[in-house]
């Protein structure tokens, strides 16, 4: 398997356009997570579905922000309007979910995304 | 609440010279700990797994340990290669799933 995949890899944009972030997390894995990653918070969680079906998205910060998986291998994570205060690096991951073991999740290479 | 804490948030050491990184822990029914690396401009790759008080995993020069409030990764003889930034996350079920929290790293600079 080619691992997690995300794209694109680098985004630039104005303030208040929309961006969209997508993800095709490993085949065989349920869950599948987004995070933010800046060097003052660390790595947070913005969402996180299983079984394509939003678990919690208590860490997505404002209603700009919003998050699909329409199927198994497929999500996005959309910003409406993006703010500067957005430009952070996109991390996607997926893991299988349940089980006592392999409970580990795998990322993707992020996307590193700056709104000017 | 769940809380992950490590330490040093910054750590130099000299080629060959051992050191240990620390991650204590507070969550609810823990589903184990994990160690990853990041490199710069890369996603965090998955090390280690533990599950249970007492469980030790080694990947060459790096072992990692747990106790029931923290794990330490434990890097002996280090090399330069073995910069990055050493990120500790536990899991625990939610909703019939996991969620994983992570701390915010300690990032390791080995010198020549």
């Known amino acids: 398997d080619a691992g997690v995949i995300q794209s694109p890899r680098h985004e630039v944009t104005e303030m208040g356009q929309e961006v969209t972030l997508r993800c095709k997390p490993i085949s065989g894995h349920n869950s599948l997570f987004w995070y933010r990653q800046t060097m003052m918070r660390g790595l947070e969680l913005l969402i996180y579905f299983n079984n394509n079906v939003p678990i919690d998205d208590s860490g997505m910060p404002e209603d700009r922000f919003s998050a699909k998986m329409p199927n198994a291998s497929f999500s996005t994570l959309k910003i409406q309007p993006s703010e500067p205060r957005d430009s952070a690096v996109y991390f996607c991951a997926s893991s299988l979910g349940w089980g006592r073991e392999n409970t580990e999740a795998f990322f993707g290479q992020g996307t590193r995304l700056t709104v000017v | ?112």
């Not at chain 2, 910054?10 to 160690?35: D, H, I, K, M, P």
Request: a neutral charge.
């Open chain 2, 1 to 112: 609440e769940d809380q992950v804490t490590q330490s040093p948030e910054a750590l130099r050491l000299q080629e060959g010279e051992s050191s240990s990184l620390n991650c204590s822990y507070t969550v609810s029914g823990l589903r184990g700990l994990f160690w990853y690396r990041q490199d710069p401009g890369k996603g965090p790759e998955f090390l280690f797994t533990l599950y249970s008080a007492g469980e030790e995993k080694e990947k060459e020069r790096l072992k990692a340990t747990l106790t029931k409030k923290e794990s330490f990764l434990h890097i002996t003889a280090p090399k330069p290669e073995d910069s990055a930034t050493y990120l500790c996350a536990v899991a625990r079920i939610t909703s019939g799933t996991y969620k994983y929290i992570f701390g915010t790293g300690t990032r390791l600079k080995v010198l020549a």
